[in-house]
């Protein structure tokens, strides 16, 4: 299969009358019953039924000879894209589609593989029999859980109520919560640190955390980075004093630096952000430069908006990024600078006043 290609971020928009949604139901299964069980009140079609509601879309059993191309070629539909998901991942959400449809449209790619399911352009597969296929990598893995038994199951409704959990703290009373998922309380899950990983003193890690072979802290006695409900990557440098928020997931080799804080975000493999800054409902590409007190500004005051940031980018010190906005693959962002819009991939891109200097006259 073909990995990983740079992304455009200025094509990061799709319509929901562009997307097809075709729900794979299995049957003639040994564990098929299991889509019967009860998770949180719903069953595991019920809850991705709720996922997919806002798209067009339509459910279809299938077996173990069935072809996943053959079922696509059946129902044809006039829409640019169909993903292919299957009924028995309850914990797909909308938020996990938005996400996926994203991903593709600024691929620009004709099929990609997601960890269970597909994406196809859709005029495109129906009228070829060959094509490359992109893998799909950046998602949570989690949403692809499958309820196949009763230990998968006991996992599900703990991440589902953590999501709860999180999504509630990441809301003030003022505002009018309309929470995705109707959950019933549960143990909380604990988080994961593997051996090769180093957790540095006064660190705070929370439920749903997962650190692989990474670094928190810099091992002083005063560094108090915390990490809650997110994933970090291989060989990455957390901190000092970063605060990585609910809802972020951060690839291999990030470094991610002093007083940094990441909240709802995915950052790119390589990526740098060194000290002082705010990445808030972003996506940053690989090997990118954030610099010092750079804000991602994405509260208009109503609601949150996301900043997209292609590949290969360098932001400048002290540059504030007014969502939404999308900077493009490659794109230079001067020091100082207040980006309110769009930058194209190649471009640098200055916005600040032009310095005045007066002599002094004796």
Not at 103 to 131: C, E, H, M, Q, W
Not at 174 to 196: A, H, R, T
Not at 225 to 242: L, M, R, T, W, Y
Request: include cysteine; proline fraction near 4%; glycine fraction near 8%.
């Amino acid at each position: 299969m073909e990995q990983e290609t740079m992304f455009d971020p200025l094509k990061f928009k799709t319509g929901e009358e562009d997307v097809f949604i075709l729900v794979l139901r299995p049957t003639e299964h040994s564990e098929s019953k299991m889509l019967a069980e009860d998770i949180n009140g719903y069953t595991s079609p019920e809850w991705v039924k709720k996922a997919v509601a806002k798209w067009h879309h339509r459910f279809v059993d299938t077996t173990d000879k069935d072809d996943v191309l053959s079922l696509f070629r059946g129902n044809i539909t006039s829409a640019k894209f169909t993903i292919i998901l299957y009924a028995d991942t309850p914990l797909i959400s909308s938020e996990s589609i938005k996400d996926i449809i994203s991903y593709v449209n600024a691929k620009n790619a004709k099929a990609i593989k997601l960890p269970r399911g597909f994406v196809f352009d859709t005029l495109y597969i129906k009228d070829n029999d060959s094509f490359d296929i992109y893998e799909y990598n950046l998602g949570n893995p989690d949403d692809y859980i499958i309820a196949w038994n009763k230990n998968q199951i006991e996992r599900i409704k703990n991440i589902m109520n953590e999501r709860k959990r999180q999504f509630e703290a990441e809301n003030t009373a003022s505002e009018k919560l309309e929470i995705p998922q109707n959950l019933e309380p549960i143990p909380q899950p604990d988080y994961y640190v593997d051996e090769g990983s180093t957790i540095g003193n006064n660190c705070k890690l929370f439920a749903g955390t997962r650190i692989t072979n990474s670094i928190i802290g810099d091992g002083t006695i005063v560094n108090a980075s915390q990490i809650d409900g997110s994933e970090i990557g291989k060989n990455c440098i957390i901190g000092p004093f970063a605060n990585i928020r609910p809802g972020s997931k951060i690839a291999d080799n990030v470094k991610i630096g002093t007083c940094v804080e990441v909240k709802k975000s995915t950052i790119g493999k390589g990526t740098k952000i060194a000290h002082m800054s705010y990445v808030g409902d972003g996506v940053v590409g690989k090997n990118c430069n954030i610099g010092c007190g750079v804000v991602f500004c994405n509260f208009d005051g109503k609601r949150k908006n996301q900043t997209v940031i292609g590949d290969n980018v360098f932001i400048g010190s002290n540059v504030n990024l007014i969502a939404p906005i999308s900077i493009g693959n490659k794109a230079f962002v001067g020091a100082g600078s207040t980006i309110t819009e769009d930058v194209h991939a190649n471009a640098l891109a200055i916005a600040r006043a032009r310095q005045y200097q007066r002599e002094e006259t004796k």
